[in-house]
């Protein structure tokens, strides 16, 4: 059995006193690849530093709507010189975010538009934060024409109508740790309603763990809760879901992975 963890932040100061205890227990849980995903200009910086050190690691560069407030004309052109770094696999995490609104919304809409922009003009593909801007993501998807790189609704959050949308839209869709908590029906019927070859899966460590563990700071090995939440609602095997989810993100990020990493 193999995982892809295709969305983590091992960056985080969190991991900062334990990241060689936290490989090895992904390599256990059967995880044998983790994309960490920035979400500023600093912490992109990062996940290209740590992709050079292992084998394990793939990097996202991005900036989050969050930030959209602070970004100039300098910020998008370094990060398009860190996206033209190694193992970079995609850009982000961009999008919108209605719920905090820590920038105004026209700010974040922008700065979506033009990240967007940036990853069809570097042909990589996009993972998109969003939280309370279903219409307004799709909007931008749509007139963006980002369906001519892809990508990936991270930590998916909509209902059935909205997963069908994105999906119409060619995005693959990431579930994580809310599919396992008691309150997630909505999410339940997503995992069985997504076609098997544009289902991902992700932890978004160190936040949102899964049940058992839910409360702790999460890590890639706790994709396996995941993942074997996922497989019981659309009644399959964790193998089975490995083998295709694994598969989906391989192609989606064009990841080249050696073998005998994770086995």
């Known amino acids: 059995m193999s995982l892809i963890d295709t969305h983590a932040h091992l960056t985080d100061n969190r991991f900062a006193h334990d990241l060689d205890e936290v490989l090895l227990r ?12 920035g979400y500023d200009l600093s912490s992109s910086r990062r996940c290209v530093a740590l992709a050079s050190k292992s084998e ?25 010189q860190l996206a033209l770094g190694g193992n970079v696999v ?27 922009r940036l ?5 990589l593909p996009i993972i998109v934060h969003d939280r309370d801007a279903h219409e307004d993501v799709l909007t931008i998807l749509g007139e963006e024409g980002a369906e001519t790189v892809g990508g990936v609704l991270h930590c998916f ?3 059935l109508n909205f997963a069908a949308r994105c ?15 008691s309150n ?6 997503v995992a069985e309603f997504i076609p098997s070859d544009r ?37 399959t095997t964790v193998k089975e879901l490995s083998d295709c989810t694994t598969e989906n993100a391989k192609k989606l990020f064009k990841l080249e992975i050696k073998e005998n990493i994770g086995a």
Do not use: C
């Open 26 to 37: 992904a390599e256990e849980s059967g995880v044998r690849a983790m994309i960490n995903v």
């Open 56 to 80: 394990m690691f793939f990097a996202a560069v991005g900036i989050h709507p969050h930030e959209a407030a602070k970004v100039g004309e300098q910020a998008l052109a370094q990060l398009r």
């Open 90 to 116: 995609a850009l982000g995490e961009m999008g919108l975010d209605y719920y905090y609104n820590h920038s105004p919304r026209n700010l974040q809409q922008e700065l979506f538009r033009r990240q967007i």
């Open 119 to 123: 990853a069809k003009s570097l042909s």
């Open 157 to 159: 959050s909509g209902n």
């Open 167 to 181: 999906l119409s839209l060619g995005f693959h869709i990431s579930l994580a740790g809310p599919v396992t908590f």
């Open 184 to 189: 997630s029906k909505g999410l339940a019927a």
């Open 199 to 235: 289902l991902l899966l992700e932890t978004d460590a160190p936040y949102l763990a899964p049940v058992p563990y839910r409360g702790k700071r999460n890590e890639p090995a706790y994709l396996l809760a995941v993942a074997e939440k996922v497989a019981t609602l659309r009644r």
